[in-house]
């Protein structure tokens, strides 16, 4: 089923004349309404009116992170609070957060967004569907809970935490349909293995995973210890939130809600645009937003765009799934590694539980790696030989991926912390030692 | 008749010795035999106690990564070359020997008694007890 599908289905030369229209008017209106756009367009010569193709975008410089933290916690809206109906606000890592602003308009617009992304999932209004993302500050709760009850499933607003009781909910309650990030979904695996859950008592069918990059190889992970169809939805606080894109069914790549913003890939070192089907850093546009409207926003997600026609009928360009991002991508020894090819080569070797950390850290003046692996139970027979095979195994396999050489720690199962939310899998010791 | 051991994976941080020791010691589960292997990483201790299932069943439940062996143990004449001799035996009949640990028991008997992990259980045994080796069987040990 397709929600929208006079947007979604658009042709493409339909769609590129509503984003020419849709650029055009927010260009205008953001250099009426927010001081710090009007004064970048003022400081390098340029002038709303200049912004007449959706090649001139290139024309606009990108806006960062920073950015945000600067003009805190307002600064960057473009509608009194008056009109601001909610905030939400991202936990920025270092110091303050990010705030961003909804009119009553904006959370329409967002309830919508999120109804064609958990429609293409599967999501029909038979379901019940599980939300175990945070209510609060974060746009995850609130965010897929409006979509999900404009579209017409049933809710079950469970938030995070307490993970006993959230299995109980899904047997009680009769969930058929999971909202989480990929790593609660796995650590809720575990404990409803512990709990002795029969899987046949269970009604789970879907699991729409988001808010953090996960691998394929995760993907089948949680397919196999689930027996569920996983999707992916993509999104972030300063765009909208969840709902700025989403798998379908053909699971090739995400459909971007073009008609609500411009998507572009560019090369992270030179700024430069590329072009559909090379691989960059995703830059995003808002076109109809009206409390939080946000110009080339740099995403430091890493991806691909295409938009060949999608057998599942939807016509937008499609963002191939995040699995790494600009920033976290680790330099050892002047290698350039990403956590997400460390979790690929993991997931496929027997033995090992899908709970990893990365430790990086610095032995006298070179960069040393190791990564925590979580030893399965059942793959214990004792054997000291055994052991150091499986070790040297992960290891040969790892070092010809990364092909830097890499220090494998077996621990004991369940000790690498689980998080609930976004999962913390990297920790530089180097950055914390200066 | 083969000794059940226990094999519990510890990783190399401080207290999970103690704790394995402490939970036993709790529910009156008696050691009768120990060894530990170690690199800088993890260790595998091994365990021969008076109620193997038990044991088993608990640490498990206490988060430990368990699994059972099967070993043997032999009683061997208290005196310089006792072990070679029984070594000496397995050797000839091609039996390799993963591991082996053996501790003095009992002074009055003048044995000692060691645990061996072998590939094949049944043959190691029936070797031994035709060369008159005296293997014991798993209630003396979890007894003695």
Known sequence: MIWDEKYECMSRQDMRELQKERLREVVQRVYQKVPYY???????????????????????????????????????????????????????TTGKPTVVGYTRQDLETWAELIARVVVQAGVTREDVVQICFGYGLFTGGFGLHYGLEKMGA?????????????????????TTALVS?????????????????NRENLKLRLGLFGAEP????????????WEITATDNYGLSEIIGPGVSGECLEFGGLHISEDHFIAEVIDPETGETLDYGEEGELVFTTLTKEAFPILRYRTKDISILR????????????????????????????VNVFPSQIESVLMEIKGVAPHYQIIVDRKGFLDNLEVLVELEEEMFTGSFRDLEAMEKNIQRQLSTVLS????????????????EGKSKRVIDKRTLNG | MNVNQLSVFLENKSGRLAKVTRVLGERDINIRALSIADTTDFGILRLIVNKPEEAHELLKSEGFVVTQTEVIAVCIPDKPGGLAGVLAILEEAGINIEYLY???????????????????CDKAVEVLKNKGVRVVDKEYVYTM
Request: hydrophobic share 35%; with cysteine; net charge positive.
């Open chain 1, 404 to 419: 830097i050489d890499v220090d494998i720690k077996l621990v004991e199962p369940k000790t690498i912390e689980r998080s």
């Open chain 1, 214 to 225: 996960w691998s394929e190889s995760m993907r089948d992970q949680l397919k196999s210890k």
């Open chain 1, 154 to 174: 049933t809710i079950i607003p469970a938030s995070v935490g307490n993970t006993r009781r959230q299995m109980m909910l899904m047997e009680d309650f009769g």
């Open chain 1, 38 to 92: 009007r004064q970048l367009f003022d400081r390098i010569g340029l002038k709303p009116e200049d912004i007449k193709e959706l090649k001139d975008l290139e024309k606009i410089p990108f806006t960062s992170k920073e950015t945000l933290r600067d003009n805190y916690p307002y600064g960057l809206f473009a509608e009194p609070l008056s009109k601001v109906s909610r905030v939400h606000a991202s936990s920025g």
């Open chain 1, 181 to 197: 990030t990929p790593s609660y979904a796995l650590y809720m695996a575990e404990v409803a293995k512990e709990m002795g859950i």
């Open chain 1, 307 to 334: 938009e060949d026609p999608c057998a599942c009928g939807r016509t937008t360009a499609r963002m191939k799934k995040v699995t790494g991002r600009t920033d976290d991508m680790l330099i050892i020894r002047g």
């Open chain 2, 102 to 120: 053996a501790f003095v028991g009992n002074t009055n008997t003048k044995n000692a008694l060691v645990i061996f992990r072998v590939e094949d």
